[in-house]
């Protein structure tokens, strides 16, 4: 298994959806992130788990809802979407203040 | 609000040549920086990390930091086709999920 997987890698929905994105690390790191990618935008720091208690909520719309089981599993949750909301969402890990390792990414398309 | 500030490119350089890429930031407490590599259509993946003042070499690459001038650069020696993508530059200030990301410099080398 590579470092950082996630799952699906492209996902439509319409705004009344209700889905989910999953994430998991290979690296025995101990923080996860969700990073939102816009084109041309700067990486948007969403949500971060520290030994999976979330430390940071960077005043992300309650329509995204993270979940974090255990130190290895990250999961976003998506209800009632925007079209707006469309965009690269990356999931990434770090040991400590280290750098982070990312995943490749769900592309999400809202309708 | 904490920056990141890089030219968007894109920087077009001749194969063989040295691309330069700057990136400044605005918060003096930032302790630690990192440059990203960014294909089109994947995900970003370090290329060089410094936290010291001064140059750090690795292979082809140099990054080079300056606190006082709040000032990081790469510098990418030898330019390859392979070496056309969009760099990040990130910076942490040693908290937990602070990574702070530039809109990245897209660059493109020409044979």
């Known amino acids: 298994e590579t470092g950082v997987t996630q799952t699906p890698r492209h996902l439509v929905m319409g705004m009344t959806n209700k889905k989910s994105l999953k994430c998991e690390q290979h690296?025995?790191?101990?923080?996860m992130y969700w990073y939102k990618q816009s084109a041309k935008k700067p990486l948007e720091l969403m949500f971060v788990?520290?030994?999976?208690?979330?430390?940071e909520n960077n005043s992300v719309p309650s329509r995204f809802s993270p979940e974090c089981p255990n130190s290895s599993h990250l999961f976003l949750h998506l209800h009632t979407l925007q079209p707006e909301d469309s965009a690269l969402y990356l999931c990434?890990?770090?040991?400590?203040?280290?750098?982070?390792?990312f995943g490749e990414g769900s592309r999400l398309t809202v309708l | 609000q904490k920056e990141v500030e890089q030219n968007s490119g894109p920087l077009s350089v001749p194969e063989g040549a040295i691309a330069s890429l700057n990136c400044t930031y605005s918060?003096?407490?930032?302790?630690?920086f990192f440059w990203y590599r960014q294909y089109s259509g994947k995900s970003p993946e370090l290329i060089m990390f410094i936290y010291s003042n001064g140059d750090k070499e690795d292979g082809r690459f140099t990054a080079q930091l300056n606190k006082a001038s709040q000032y990081v650069s790469l510098l990418i020696r030898d330019s390859q086709p392979s070496d056309s993508a969009t760099y990040l530059c990130?910076?942490?200030?040693?908290?937990?999920?602070?990574?702070?990301f530039g809109a990245g410099t897209q660059v493109v080398v020409t044979p």
């Open positions: 918060d003096r407490g930032s302790q630690s």
């Open positions: 990130a910076v942490n200030e040693d908290s937990w999920g602070k990574f702070q």
């Open positions: 690296l025995g790191h101990n923080a």
């Open positions: 990434a890990s770090s040991q400590n203040t280290g750098e982070l390792f």
């Open positions: 788990y520290n030994f999976k208690e979330q430390t």
